[in-house]
T-cell receptor, first 112, second 114 residues
Framework: DAMVIQNPRYQVTQFGKPVTLSCSQT?????MYWYQQKSSQAPKLLFH???????NEADTPDNFQSRRPNTSFCFLDIRSPGLGDAAMYLC???????????FGDGTRLSIL | GENVEQHPSTLSVQEGDSAVIKCTYS??????FPWYKQELGKGPQLIID?????GEKKDQRIAVTLNKTAKHFSLHITETQPEDSAVYFC?????????????FGSGTQLTVLP
C-alpha cells in the first residue's frame, strides 16, 4: 500500500493561474519535503517541514509556498505558474533528519 | 556546499552481467548515503543506504561500498535483470544550517539488455 500519496498524478493549469498540489502520508513521519524534478535531472529540494517548522531553501522562488495543516498532509501552492514551472513535483517524508526519505510517485504539472 | 558527482550518466549491460555506478562527494561531514531507483513516471524508491561508520552493505543482488578517505561510494548490482532498467540516483546527506538534507547526483540511466 502506498505510504506517501500525491494527488493529482497529473495537473494541467494555465499560465498565471494558481495551483495546489497535495501530499498525504500514513507513516506518521515528522519531516515532509517538496522537491521539483525537471526532465532528466535530479530532484531539487524546494522546502521542508519538520513538524510545524517550515524551512525554505534559499533559491526557492517566492512563487512557491507550502502549508502543513497537520502531520499527515502537506500542500504545495504555486501562486502564478510560469512556463518554467512545468515539472514533476515530488513529496517525500522521513521520520527525522538524516533518516531514509520515502517518496510519493509525484504530480506532473503542465502549464498551458 | 556539498557537491555530488555521479558516473556514468548512461550504462548498458547484458542481462546477467554486473553494473557499477560511482559517486563522489565533497563535504567530509556527509554521513549518510542513500541510493534511489526511479522508474519512468514514478517517484524515487530507496533501494539501499549506508552510513559513514560502515564500509560495505549488501542486500541480495545489490551492494554499496563507501570509502570515506577518498570520499566516494559505489552501487553494485549483480546478475542484472531487465527489470533493473531505470534511472539510479546517489545522494549524500549534508548539514545545511541546523538540518541535514540530501544532495543528489545527476543520475545514471541503466539499461539491461535481454
Amino acid at each position: 500500500d502506498a505510504m506517501v500519496i500525491q494527488n493529482p498524478r497529473y495537473q494541467v493549469t494555465q499560465f498565471g493561474k494558481p495551483v495546489t498540489l497535495s501530499c498525504s502520508q500514513t507513516l506518521n513521519h515528522n519531516v515532509m519535503y517538496w522537491y521539483q524534478q525537471k526532465s532528466s535531472q535530479a530532484p531539487k529540494l524546494l522546502f521542508h517541514y519538520y513538524d510545524k517548522d517550515f524551512n525554505n531553501e534559499a533559491d526557492t522562488p517566492d512563487n512557491f509556498q507550502s502549508r502543513r495543516p497537520n502531520t499527515s498532509f502537506c500542500f504545495l501552492d504555486i501562486r502564478s505558474p510560469g512556463l518554467g514551472d512545468a515539472a514533476m513535483y515530488l513529496c517525500a517524508t522521513s521520520r527525522d533528519h538524516n533518516q531514509p526519505q520515502h517518496f510519493g510517485d509525484g504530480t506532473r504539472l503542465s502549464i498551458l | 556546499g556539498e557537491n555530488v558527482e555521479q558516473h556514468p550518466s548512461t550504462l548498458s549491460v547484458q542481462e546477467g552481467d554486473s553494473a557499477v555506478i560511482k559517486c563522489t562527494y565533497s563535504d567530509s561531514a556527509s554521513n549518510y548515503f542513500p541510493w534511489y531507483k526511479q522508474e519512468l513516471g514514478k517517484g524515487p524508491q530507496l533501494i539501499i543506504d549506508i552510513r559513514s561508520n560502515v564500509g560495505e552493505k549488501k542486500d541480495q543482488r545489490i551492494a554499496v561500498t563507501l570509502n570515506k578517505t577518498a570520499k566516494h561510494f559505489s552501487l553494485h548490482i549483480t546478475e542484472t535483470q531487465p527489470e533493473d532498467s531505470a534511472v539510479y540516483f546517489c545522494a549524500a546527506s549534508t548539514l545545511i544550517g541546523s538540518a541535514r538534507q540530501l544532495t543528489f547526483g545527476s543520475g545514471t540511466q541503466l539499461t539491461v539488455l535481454p
